[in-house]
């Protein structure tokens, strides 16, 4: 090679590196871009139906058009949440499981203590979704027209007022028992199979008070079946603005919801966490969106990944210790 042909090509040289590396860099952006290019799954804890399952679907429908891809909701229920989260805890961290996370996965920390995962560890919180608070429903047998009047006659009549609740270590168990404990009062829990047949059972006068789902509870209010005391939010229904909270209404300072959001498997790249965040954020600013949850009394609460981690554990703390207190053991 003449010596003016090997100068040229050592001046090559470094433009040719600069255009590889500029060139893997364009390949890794492009990358970065490419998610999600595959239809992505949503485990669900719970049975087609619920609450949960509700809100999955309307939420996988309107996130997979912000997505460009099908958000498929897979129901896998069982052991009171467990199974499901399970499966979704150990799936792989690439963005393509997406996990309903409840309050109720927030329980189960402390009803169950030799869980084979840990929502913290093995978790990456997206965010909270909605909040569910529920209605402190009586059948009209029941003389006490408010919640202070309930108090007064429980305490006289410690042990003979009966609550019904979807299953042992629910939400309105839980509810129930947090009541108990902050009332100083002494009622009978009575555990049903499912939220219907406990409704059911308090409707027909068998047990004399339950705390429901509004969805669920506010037909046979509505039907003079049932008498709403109060709500267990902080603040009035805004579909019901009539029905005091739990708070006001005797017991100062109760507060206690459902809640529901998303979460991914832990090691999930933070940029795919970061853009779900703002893919559900845009989701719920949809007033379809937004009416459809009012309808079942929830109220919206997405927050940024880094609040709804705090916001787990520090749920994980509340229930534990409502657990705790009253002795309630995982079925």
């Not at 893997?24 to 619920?50: D, M, R, W």
């Not at 912000?66 to 467990?82: C, E, I, P």
Request: hydrophobic fraction near 40%; charged fraction near 15%; proline fraction near 6%.
């Amino acid at each position: 090679m003449h010596k003016r042909q090997f100068l040229h090509v050592l001046g090559l040289a470094p433009t040719l590196g600069v255009l590889a590396l500029s060139a893997l860099s364009c390949a890794t952006g492009a990358q970065a871009q490419e998610y999600p290019n595959h239809p992505v799954k949503f485990i669900v804890s719970y049975p087609p139906g619920g609450p949960a399952d509700i809100l999955a679907r309307t939420l996988a429908q309107k996130l997979g058009e912000g997505l460009g891809q099908s958000v498929v909701v897979d129901n896998r229920g069982g052991a009171n949440g467990n199974i499901g989260a399970e499966l979704a805890a150990k799936a792989p961290n690439d963005g393509y499981t997406l996990f309903m996370m409840t309050s109720s996965h927030a329980a189960n920390v402390t009803l169950y203590p030799k869980l084979s995962y840990d929502i913290m560890r093995d978790f990456a919180h997206v965010t909270n979704v909605a909040s569910y608070p529920l209605l402190l429903v009586v059948h009209p047998s029941v003389q006490a027209r408010s919640v202070a009047e309930l108090v007064a006659d429980a305490k006289a009549k410690p042990g003979v007022y009966t609550f019904a609740s979807a299953g042992s270590g629910g939400g309105a168990h839980l509810a129930g028992e947090l009541f108990k404990t902050m009332a100083g009062v002494n009622m009978v829990h009575v555990p049903y199979k499912g939220t219907g047949p406990a409704l059911l059972d308090v409707v027909g006068g068998q047990v004399n008070l339950m705390f429901a789902g509004v969805s669920a509870a506010m037909p046979h209010v509505k039907a003079g079946k049932l008498r709403a005391l109060g709500v267990s939010s902080s603040a009035r229904l805004k579909s019901a603005p009539e029905i005091p909270t739990i708070s006001e209404a005797g017991v100062r300072g109760y507060e206690i919801a459902s809640w529901l959001g998303v979460s991914a498997p832990a090691g999930t790249p933070p940029r795919i966490v970061n853009r779900l965040n703002a893919e559900i954020v845009k989701v719920t600013q949809q007033a379809d969106f937004a009416e459809r949850l009012a309808t079942d009394g929830a109220e919206l609460k997405v927050t940024s990944p880094e609040v709804f981690t705090r916001y787990v554990e520090s749920e994980v703390g509340k229930w534990g210790k409502v657990i705790r207190d009253s002795g309630t053991k995982g079925e």
